[in-house]
């Protein structure tokens, strides 16, 4: 049974630049959730999907940020026009069902813009 | 407004001891879960422990126990029998199931430190 993966584990981007990352959860898992996590503080939520619909985007989601899940399967994030506050770490997670299910965390996407 | 307090930045524990995380919670929704995870210095989240607002008992997974207190909004984390594997930061989280969101609210963390 594999986990959580994410790719890359680290980047390190010039501010100004576009960057992509990519989730893949567990195979069975329907929803999929993105999170960020600065240095000394615990994750925040940024958006998830149930397949492939997006149903709910927090307001740090900015228009700089978009992500997709186009077959209800892997997932990307993609950032435009870096700027060096998006440094941290981007946590993917995924469930299977929405009660009290429990997220499973992949390893992260260390991200430093410079 | 839906908030965790983790009030401890850092603790220690001799080795083979317990040691009790804090954990207040602030909801107005009636129905929630309440999570706890561990965060090693290799950065992955790893899922410990559940308890729903209406469980009647309070959850254990092993080594790990919640101590879930409804009135007071508390859900403190009790690891018994400490390792120093335990070292590591942990985050309570919580979801509110009625609002039919999927996103986890995060306390600040505790870093816990093991001692031999």
Do not use: H, W
């Given at each position: 049974d594999t986990g959580v993966s994410q790719n890359p584990r680290h980047k390190i981007t010039k501010r100004g630049q576009n960057v992509t990352f990519r989730c893949d959860p567990i195979s069975e898992h329907n929803r999929l959730y993105w999170y960020r996590q600065t240095l000394g503080q615990g994750p925040e939520f940024l958006t998830y999907f149930q397949n492939e619909a997006q149903l709910e985007k927090s307001r740090l989601l900015s228009d700089?940020?978009?992500?997709?899940?186009?077959?209800?399967?892997?997932?990307?994030?993609?950032?435009?026009?870096?700027?060096?506050?998006?440094?941290?770490?981007?946590?993917?997670a995924s469930s299977f069902g929405d009660t009290h299910y429990e997220q499973y965390f992949g390893p992260g996407t260390r991200l430093t813009v410079t | 407004a839906q908030k965790i307090t983790q009030t401890q930045p850092g603790m220690f524990v001799q080795e083979k001891e317990a040691v009790t995380l804090d954990c207040t919670y602030d909801t107005s929704d009636p129905s929630y879960g309440l999570f706890w995870y561990k965060q090693p210095s290799s950065g992955e989240m790893i899922f410990l422990i559940y308890q729903g607002s209406y469980d009647q008992q309070n959850a254990t997974e092993g080594r790990y126990s919640l101590n879930?207190?409804?009135?007071?909004?508390?859900?403190?984390?009790?690891?018994?029998?400490?390792?120093?594997?335990?070292?590591?930061?942990?985050?309570?989280?919580?979801?509110?199931?009625?609002?039919?969101?999927g996103?986890?609210?995060?306390?600040?963390?505790?870093?816990?430190?093991?001692?031999?």
């Open positions: 700089r940020f978009s992500a997709e899940r186009p077959k209800g399967s892997f997932s990307t994030l993609e950032i435009q026009r870096t700027e060096q506050g998006d440094s941290a770490m981007y946590l993917c | 879930f207190q409804k009135a007071r909004k508390s859900a403190n984390l009790v690891i018994s029998a400490s390792q120093l594997g335990d070292s590591a930061m942990y985050f309570c989280a919580m979801r509110e199931v009625s609002s039919n969101t996103k986890l609210i995060f306390g600040q963390g505790t870093t816990l430190q093991v001692k031999p």
